[in-house]
């Protein structure tokens, strides 16, 4: 595996610590366990094909087809986030500009009202920040726009938007049975869910929009560590985890 934060390329870090541990030692990402995780005890039990995504800092995604995850050839499938959007001109951290996860993401949402008002947007939420806006997050876009503020509103839509334009591209090449949404900006709900489906719904030939059903994840938190123990379990007794 590497990681450039570590200094790591292509180390065998699950050997090595397979090797100390005198345990099996698999290694994976967050995102595929989380998704994992829902799709075999969570929101996705009883759904075949399940499409997952993490709205959180980021956006990453991951498909679970018949209880097996799907990985891509290179094991980069499910990068979401970093689809290149024509009307979004934020740098993305992944050194490309115009990444959907620069605005579908609780980073991305903050940043846009800060823009918003920036650029002179007035409201409850212009209000409440005026002098201290870099202070301004996800949640506070979303707690203003539960007391009305029409520039929050207006953030999520856009948003939500992205996200519908975003997961229009995956629903028709995955047709999947189910998308599930977490992760902690999927805690605005429908002020996000709502301005997603209609754009969906929108993109999508009709066949992939009535097949579709779209949920919250349910276990939270959990989600990744039961992910990590049910692949871990099914790759020991040479299941289909991996
Ligand atoms: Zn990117």
């Known amino acids: 595996m590497g990681a450039s934060n ?3 390329r292509d180390r065998p870090a699950a050997e090595e610590l397979g090797r100390r541990l005198g345990l099996p030692v698999y290694i994976d990402n967050d995102v595929r366990m989380y998704v994992y995780g829902e799709a075999v005890a969570g929101a996705g039990r009883g759904f075949r094909v ?4 993490t709205v959180g800092t980021g956006l990453a995604a991951a498909l679970v087809e018949d209880g097996r995850l799907y ?11 970093h689809i290149r959007m024509d009307d979004v001109p934020y740098q993305c951290g992944c050194g490309l500009s115009g990444c959907l996860e620069t605005v579908v993401s609780a ?3 903050a940043r846009l009202a800060r823009d918003r008002i920036a650029a002179g947007g ?12 870099q202070e301004l ?8 726009h539960d007391q009305g503020d029409a520039l929050a509103a207006q953030v999520m839509d856009e948003v939500g938007r992205h996200l519908g334009r975003g997961l229009s591209y995956a629903v ?8 599930l949404i977490g992760g902690g900006a999927a805690a605005a709900g429908e002020k996000l869910f709502a301005p997603m489906r209609s754009e969906l719904k929108r993109l999508v030939l009709p066949p992939y929009w009535q097949h579709l059903t779209i949920r919250r994840a349910e276990l939270l938190d959990d989600a990744g560590v039961i992910g990590s123990a049910a692949s871990a ?5 040479g299941g289909s985890a991996s």
């Open 107 to 109: 980073t991305g949402i």
């Open 50 to 53: 399940v499409l997952g995504l």
């Open 137 to 144: 997050t996800a949640a506070d876009v979303s707690a203003a």
């Open 71 to 81: 990985y891509g050839g290179g094991f980069m499938a499910g990068e979401l986030g």
């Open 6 to 8: 570590l200094g790591w």
């Open 172 to 179: 028709t090449l995955l047709n999947p049975d189910l998308i």
């Open 233 to 237: 379990a099914a790759r020991i007794r």
């Open 122 to 133: 007035e409201g409850l939420l212009a209000r409440q920040f005026a002098g201290r806006l």
